[in-house]
């Protein structure tokens, strides 16, 4: 039982952290989806580049969004079954649980304060 529990709890704080990282990944211009990739994979001219770049920036504030937006939902989820395991642990359990979660809020916040710089 309590090695199915720890399990349990190692995926919902992984599920945290990776959630953030593959944000991270993505950046604020999109960058799986940007036009340098794009220009590279598709060998783009400068001549359809010059015409594919405003595409992506009109999207780009409504894919941001979406991911904003699943990002919260998902945070919403992992707490409510943090909530639910987390009297489960042990009191040192429950400590290597709130670091693992700390971290996770940490990257967040770095990616969020990476965003906002790279705006202005």
Known sequence: MKRNLLALTA???LACGGFGVALAKTGPAGHRFGL???TK???LTPDQQAKVQPILDQTRPQILAIHEDAAQKTRTILDNVVAQIR???TPEQ???LDAQRKASQDLRTAHKEMRDALKD
């Open 11 to 13: 995926a919902v704080a």
């Open 36 to 38: 340098e990739h794009l």
């Open 41 to 43: 994979s598709l060998n």
């Open 87 to 89: 009297p489960l642990l």
């Open 94 to 96: 429950q400590k290597k």
